[in-house]
């Protein structure tokens, strides 16, 4: 017993010796400092400021974005029939000021004037409508659970790629289609909410669709904007 403390005496002591041999102990490591220079112009990041809508004009705030909501309704009017005019006419004139576009569509946009949003053809096929008041507007949303509106959602988005995926003229697509005006929230209603489920499987459509565009969603919905952000988008 003797001999194990003598033993463990002597290791303690050479321990001790090592570390302090020098005199001294070694220096705390030392971390990188990063001096930032104020700086009074612009910073040019990607997508940075204010986004006005299509056809407005700002001559002080100079802006390389804008931005256009389209309703369902104007898109495909008849079933598997779009008119792409709206698109092209501008996104064509904010390319000429060298300008991008981001966008985005929308099945419910309260104060659109419209009794409801989605293709005539697709609520006499029986997608069934349901009312909402919201902001001092009335209207008809429809049933996002529907297996009806869910195809034809992904019909839609599929043309919608195919013509227009990657296009260099867009910066982003918003991912929309749920929700009032496309905000994947129905504020004050929650009635119509729309399952998890069905939510995922609109969310699946963009991202089907757009493999090579950028896609950004609104953060009312928490489980869209976790499921996009797990997906690569913004």
């Known amino acids: 017993m003797k001999k194990l403390c003598m033993y463990g005496l002597i290791a303690a002591i050479l321990l001790f010796g090592a570390a302090c041999s020098d005199g001294s102990t070694a220096p705390p490591e030392e971390k990188p400092a990063v001096i930032l220079e104020e700086i009074d112009e612009v910073l040019p990041n990607p997508f940075k400021g204010f986004v006005p809508w299509v056809g407005s004009v700002n001559t002080i705030y100079q ?3 804008q931005y256009k909501t389209y309703e369902w309704r104007d898109v495909e009017s008849q079933e598997g029939i779009f008119d792409w005019s709206a698109f092209e006419q501008n996104w064509g004139n904010i390319a000429l000021t060298g300008r991008r576009v981001g966008f985005r569509i929308s099945a419910v946009t309260p104060g ?12 006499a096929k029986g997608v069934a409508l349901r009312g909402y008041s919201i902001d001092g507007h009335q209207g008809l949303a429809p049933d996002w659970d529907d297996p009806l509106f869910l195809e034809a959602h992904r019909n839609l988005l599929l043309a919608l790629g195919a013509r227009y995926d990657g296009d260099p003229r867009i910066a982003w697509i918003d991912i929309g289609s749920y929700g009032f005006w496309g905000e ?8 119509l909410a729309a399952s998890q489920a069905s939510k995922q499987i609109i969310l699946e459509h963009y991202f089907e669709a757009f493999p090579n565009t950028p896609k950004v969603i609104a953060f009312d919905d928490d489980f869209a904007t976790a499921y996009v952000a797990a997906h690569g988008g913004g």
């Not at 659109?112 to 609520?123: F, H, Q, R, T, V």
């Not at 994947?184 to 009635?191: E, K």
Request: hydrophobic fraction near 40%; aromatic fraction near 18%.
């Open 63 to 65: 802006t390389k974005l």
């Open 112 to 123: 659109s004037g419209n009794a409801y949003d989605i293709p005539d053809w697709l609520a």
């Open 184 to 191: 994947w929230h129905v504020y004050l209603n929650d009635t």
